[in-house]
């Protein structure tokens, strides 16, 4: 599960509570009353004690302490694991990964980790320095420094600049790498924090600028959690004016309790115009935007502004402004009064000033595409599709009243994603990668080419004996399900190869090829095979193939997975003694139900900071803001649904199962830790045999340094080989 941030070149909000890649219910209270136990509606099932709910609670440490000292024990003395540490240490510091760039002030920015800078540096070079081999980069914030110098585990979120010039930010910076945040005022010319700036304390919360001395906020405002959605997001936004006490903010928006959230934006044009809007999220997968106009930025002005609602259907998100344009992507279809159907994954514009309803369709997919996403420079819209689960790109140039689409030549069988846009110019950054082919930086918009790659990162394990191939599986109801398979050239069906799959199927993500060296080094060139699983649920052919596995048709998502498994051993493949599967979030979820629906078809399931107990999700963490997604107890049929296919209360003692390995994150304040504690101890209730580790840091993303990641990444490869590869 994800946050899906507006893109920081053109919104202001840090983070908007979206899942791949976002916050938690638990971790709101935590903030809210201090209490950091969890708290179910249903008895949880025997041998489950209560305690491994208090998160942080002594008993509930201690439990954690000696599961995690067993697991080492178990995984760390293979010799194996100094090995595939100090590997996936090498590619995880490698001074050969690409500087990924971001355009801010007429300057490119970047933020870097490596052995010497393991919480990382923020820093800045020109765009005629950057195309070069070796940049000259400037250090803005080094986050090892200020964490040393503050004594706190700072991991550095991402920054909010008031636009056009970027001068000023809000650089978020988190404590261990948790969702809630502390937003503190940065100069990014005087490289310094702003003396006596803007300061907003620890939480989960949205900030908009509106000037250099105002901003639009949505956060714990008294500290009790009343002003937080059930799901533990803003609903209350306020004006905060600088050197105003919080509690004089003035109110400018409320939405209701039972929202998702509430957050304010600020979206800016390359020809200088700005909106401020409003971002009402009813569910997880709706919103509704308005206008906020004639608002006071006096030092103690009450005029709190008007709100114009948009009319736009609810499942639309909002990619940026181009000449004054609003540009949305639309999840359903659209039809207005009189007018044509707008088809559901269209790309459209809509003049927020034209009372009229005229919207413009800028890009409609075919029956072979998917929008994927959209970003805008000064003149032209950036535009990246899927095409059979293969990613594409291309460029919008408006010509007189029409829009001309022009395809950029990029590598096939890759995933193609938008880096970065600028406003002031028509230079974009899009990032190019595919299982076998290292990432590559292109930049368009710069050249008369129109097309130019800058970057290739260097391979970081041997790829000359591997190939990537495109299969079909059919699912339980005769639907057709690809995957993509990475493997060895000239593997012959024997059923021996050892194959890791790994699936996800939810909230419209889609799983396309991705180079992940970790996996690389540590797996493939150990012989192994990769497989990666299209199912239902996600956004790999559109919104459609996502609805088709919402609440209670998910068991779909679920029958896909195991028909991929399934056609794996079919072909020879894998054996069941040679085939495993990997899931994180979300896709721990989809690794629980596999393990408890089909424990006959894996040999080594790792289930990754997962959703495990889905009877009482509502209740842990930020779970009811996924209700869209999962359904929810309170509802008869969808309660009735998630009984027959949440994994904690379907394990059962007269069945045998693989021994799982589980990881989570003490500090995971999205999904939380509960789920995979409870998880591993009703195994241990079952005498079922199981491997469980618990990072106290990381959060949800797991991501705070290298050396924690080597260390996760190390304990997985361990155990796959010894599963898998019994006899290296």
Same mark, same amino acid.
């Given at each position: 599960?994800?946050?899906?941030?507006?893109?920081?070149?053109?919104?202001?909000?840090?983070?908007?509570?979206?899942?791949?890649?976002?916050?938690?219910?638990?971790?709101?209270?935590?903030?809210?009353?201090?209490?950091?136990?969890?708290?179910?509606d249903?008895?949880?099932?025997?041998?489950?004690?209560?305690?491994?709910?208090?998160?942080?609670?002594?008993?509930?440490?201690?439990?954690?302490?000696?599961?995690?000292?067993?697991?080492?024990?178990?995984?760390?003395?293979?010799?194996?694991?100094?090995?595939?540490?100090?590997?996936?240490?090498?590619?995880?510091?490698?001074?050969?990964?690409?500087?990924?760039?971001?355009?801010?002030?007429?300057?490119?920015?970047?933020?870097?980790?490596?052995?010497h800078?393991?919480?990382?540096?923020?820093?800045?070079?020109?765009?005629?320095?950057?195309?070069?081999?070796?940049?000259?980069?400037?250090?803005?914030?080094?986050?090892?420094?200020?964490?040393?110098?503050?004594?706190?585990?700072?991991?550095?979120?991402?920054?909010?600049?008031?636009?056009?010039?970027?001068?000023?930010?809000?650089?978020?910076?988190?404590?261990?790498?948790?969702?809630?945040?502390?937003?503190?005022?940065?100069?990014?010319?005087?490289?310094?924090?702003?003396?006596?700036?803007?300061?907003?304390?620890?939480?989960?919360?949205?900030?908009?600028?509106?000037?250099?001395?105002t901003?639009?906020?949505?956060?714990?405002?008294?500290?009790?959690?009343?002003?937080?959605?059930?799901?533990?997001?803003?609903?209350?936004?306020?004006?905060?004016?600088r050197?105003?006490?919080?509690?004089?903010?003035?109110?400018?928006?409320?939405?209701?309790k039972?929202?998702? @959230?509430?957050?304010?934006?600020?979206?800016?044009?390359?020809? *200088?115009?700005?909106?401020? %809007?409003? &971002?009402? $999220?009813? #569910?997880?997968?709706?919103?509704?935007?308005?206008?906020?106009?004639?608002?006071?930025?006096?030092?103690?002005?009450?005029?709190?502004g008007?709100?114009?609602?948009?009319?736009?259907?609810?499942?639309?998100?909002?990619?940026?402004?181009?000449?004054?344009?609003?540009?949305?992507?639309?999840?359903?279809?659209?039809?207005?009064?009189?007018?044509?159907?707008?088809?559901?994954?269209?790309?459209?514009?809509?003049?927020?000033?034209?009372?009229?309803?005229?919207?413009?369709?800028?890009?409609a997919?075919?029956?072979?595409?998917?929008?994927?996403d959209?970003?805008?420079?000064?003149? @032209?819209?950036?535009?990246?599709?899927?095409?059979?689960?293969? *990613?594409?790109?291309?460029? %919008?140039? &408006?010509? $007189?009243? #029409?829009?001309?689409?022009?395809?950029?030549?990029?590598?096939?069988?890759?995933?193609?994603?938008i880096?970065?846009?600028?406003q002031?110019?028509?230079?974009?950054?899009?990032?190019?990668?595919?299982?076998?082919?290292?990432?590559?930086?292109?930049?368009?918009?710069?050249?008369?080419?129109?097309?130019?790659?800058?970057?290739?990162?260097?391979?970081?394990?041997?790829?000359?004996?591997?190939?990537?191939?495109?299969?079909?599986?059919?699912?339980?109801?005769?639907?057709?399900?690809?995957?993509?398979?990475?493997?060895?050239?000239?593997?012959?069906?024997?059923?021996?190869?050892?194959?890791?799959?790994?699936?996800?199927?939810?909230?419209?993500?889609?799983?396309?090829?991705?180079?992940?060296?970790?996996?690389?080094?540590?797996?493939?060139?150990?012989?192994?095979?990769?497989?990666?699983?299209?199912?239902?649920?996600?956004?790999?052919?559109?919104?459609?193939?996502?609805?088709?596995?919402r609440?209670?048709?998910?068991?779909?998502?679920?029958?896909?997975?195991?028909?991929?498994?399934?056609?794996?051993?079919?072909?020879?493949?894998?054996?069941?003694?040679?085939?495993?599967?990997?899931?994180?979030?979300?896709?721990?979820?989809?690794?629980?139900?596999?393990?408890?629906?089909?424990?006959?078809?894996?040999?080594?399931?790792?289930?990754?900071?997962?959703?495990?107990?889905?009877?009482?999700?509502?209740?842990?963490?930020?779970?009811?803001?996924?209700?869209?997604?999962?359904?929810?107890?309170?509802?008869?049929?969808?309660?009735?649904?998630?009984?027959?296919?949440?994994?904690?209360?379907?394990?059962?003692?007269?069945?045998?199962?693989?021994?799982?390995?589980?990881f989570?994150?003490t500090?995971?304040?999205?999904?939380?830790?509960?789920?995979?504690?409870?998880?591993?101890a009703?195994l241990?209730?079952?005498?079922?045999?199981?491997?469980?580790?618990?990072?106290?840091?990381?959060?949800?993303s797991?991501?705070?340094?290298?050396?924690e990641?080597?260390?996760?990444?190390?304990?997985?490869?361990?155990?796959?080989?010894?599963?898998?590869?019994?006899?290296?």
């Amino acid at each position: 599960m994800t946050a899906r941030p507006f893109r920081s070149g053109h919104f202001t909000p840090l983070k908007r509570p979206r899942f791949l890649l976002t916050s938690a219910v638990t971790g709101a209270l935590m903030l809210a009353t201090g209490h950091n136990a969890a708290k179910a509606d249903e008895p949880l099932p025997p041998g489950v004690p209560s305690f491994l709910s208090d998160i942080h609670g002594a008993e509930a440490m201690d439990w954690v302490d000696a599961q995690n000292r067993r697991t080492v024990t178990a995984l760390e003395t293979d010799p194996r694991y100094t090995v595939f540490h100090e590997q996936a240490l090498e590619v995880l510091q490698s001074k050969n990964r690409l500087d990924i760039p971001e355009f801010l002030g007429g300057q490119i920015w970047n933020f870097w980790q490596d052995a010497h800078h393991p919480r990382g540096i923020w820093r800045r070079t020109t765009l005629a320095s950057y195309r070069t081999e070796m940049p000259g980069w400037l250090t803005a914030l080094d986050v090892d420094a200020l964490a040393k110098k503050e004594h706190v585990n700072w991991v550095f979120q991402g920054a909010n600049c008031l636009k056009p010039k970027d001068r000023y930010c809000l650089v978020a910076l988190s404590d261990g790498g948790e969702d809630a945040q502390t937003l503190r005022e940065f100069d990014t010319q005087a490289r310094l924090f702003v003396l006596d700036g803007f300061v907003l304390p620890r939480a989960k919360q949205s900030v908009a600028w509106v000037n250099r001395d105002t901003l639009l906020a949505g956060r714990d405002w008294d500290g009790t959690g009343a002003t937080l959605t059930s799901s533990g997001y803003p609903f209350v936004i306020r004006r905060i004016i600088r050197n105003e006490p919080f509690d004089q903010a003035l109110e400018i928006y409320r939405g209701e309790k039972s929202d998702v @959230s509430v957050d304010p934006a600020t979206i800016t044009d390359g020809d *200088g115009n700005s909106l401020f %809007l409003i &971002r009402r $999220s009813p #569910t997880f997968f709706t919103s509704q935007f308005a206008i906020l106009s004639g608002m006071d930025t006096a030092f103690q002005g009450r005029n709190a502004g008007t709100l114009q609602w948009l009319p736009l259907p609810e499942k639309i998100e909002l990619k940026g402004m181009i000449h004054g344009l609003l540009v949305f992507a639309l999840g359903e279809d659209w039809t207005r009064t009189g007018m044509d159907k707008i088809k559901q994954g269209s790309l459209i514009a809509v003049d927020p000033k034209d009372r009229s309803g005229n919207v413009t369709v800028l890009f409609a997919p075919d029956n072979r595409q998917v929008l994927d996403d959209a970003a805008v420079t000064h003149n @032209s819209i950036i535009v990246t599709y899927l095409e059979n689960v293969r *990613g594409h790109a291309m460029v %919008l140039h &408006r010509h $007189s009243n #029409t829009w001309q689409h022009v395809v950029l030549p990029l590598p096939d069988m890759s995933s193609v994603r938008i880096i970065d846009t600028d406003q002031q110019s028509d230079a974009a950054f899009l990032k190019v990668e595919g299982f076998l082919e290292p990432p590559q930086i292109w930049l368009v918009g710069t050249s008369q080419a129109g097309l130019e790659k800058i970057r290739q990162e260097k391979d970081l394990f041997d790829t000359s004996n591997l190939a990537v191939e495109q299969l079909e599986a059919r699912s339980k109801d005769g639907t057709a399900i690809p995957y993509f398979l990475v493997r060895q050239k000239g593997m012959t069906p024997n059923g021996h190869h050892p194959t890791l799959l790994t699936g996800y199927g939810g909230f419209q993500i889609p799983m396309t090829p991705a180079y992940d060296a970790v996996l690389g080094r540590l797996w493939l060139s150990q012989g192994g095979s990769y497989a990666v699983a299209n199912i239902r649920g996600g956004g790999e052919f559109g919104p459609q193939w996502h609805e088709a596995a919402r609440k209670t048709h998910r068991q779909k998502a679920y029958d896909d997975f195991a028909s991929v498994g399934q056609d794996i051993l079919k072909r020879g493949i894998a054996s069941r003694d040679s085939l495993g599967i990997r899931g994180r979030s979300n896709g721990g979820l989809l690794m629980g139900v596999a393990f408890t629906q089909h424990p006959e078809l894996w040999k080594a399931v790792v289930i990754g900071v997962p959703l495990l107990d889905m009877i009482n999700f509502e209740n842990l963490s930020a779970g009811s803001s996924w209700i869209d997604e999962y359904g929810s107890m309170k509802n008869p049929e969808e309660a009735r649904f998630l009984r027959t296919i949440s994994p904690l209360q379907n394990l059962k003692a007269s069945v045998t199962y693989p021994e799982p390995f589980i990881f989570t994150s003490t500090s995971d304040d999205r999904v939380g830790p509960v789920h995979a504690r409870r998880f591993a101890a009703r195994l241990e209730a079952l005498k079922k045999p199981f491997l469980y580790y618990e990072d106290v840091e990381g959060g949800h993303s797991g991501n705070v340094n290298a050396e924690e990641v080597a260390h996760e990444r190390s304990l997985e490869a361990v155990y796959l080989t010894q599963k898998l590869m019994p006899k290296q």
